[in-house]
């Protein structure tokens, strides 16, 4: 088997580093409400990958933490406020990563895993091609 070639990533201010050493098992662009509103953007793109391989190299105590609902931990920079991961009390073996903050717009892999999800929440205004399954939940 390849070795993987860990993907490394970090906010905008350069305050807080992470590397994903395992590859994703999933990618889901998610357009849930919380997600619009806490990236304030039309829909928020998320890398899932086990817990241990998504690591903090740098900054780690730059972070800070919110939970949008029970059992949902993102965690932000505190300087320049860019979500970087979320915590899923519902799934503890995963740890998903904002993969647009991977160094140099490297794709993260998992292609065949990669769809859009709470599309019953999706802005109206928003028009998504068929080329990415799509459902109304995770
Ligand atoms: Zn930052
Ligand atoms: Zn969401």
Redesign the pocket.
Same mark, same amino acid.
């Given at each position: 088997m390849k070795a993987f070639t860990p993907l490394q990533g970090g906010c905008q201010c350069g305050a807080v580093r992470y590397e994903v050493r395992a590859p994703t098992t999933d990618i889901y662009h !998610?357009h849930?409400s919380? !997600?619009r509103r806490i990236h304030g953007a039309a829909f928020?793109t998320f890398g899932i990958a086990p817990i241990e391989s998504v690591v903090y190299i740098k900054g780690e105590d730059n972070l800070t933490r919110f939970d949008s609902s029970d059992g949902v931990s993102r965690s932000f920079c505190k300087t320049c406020g860019c979500q970087l991961t979320i915590d899923v009390a519902e799934v503890p073996q995963s740890r998903w990563f904002t993969p647009a903050t991977l160094d140099d717009g490297v794709h993260p892999g998992a292609a065949e895993n990669e769809r859009h999800i709470?599309v019953g929440s999706k802005l109206h205004w928003l028009h998504l091609d068929n080329v990415l399954p799509q459902s109304d939940e995770a």
């Open positions: !998610c849930c919380m !997600c928020a709470f």
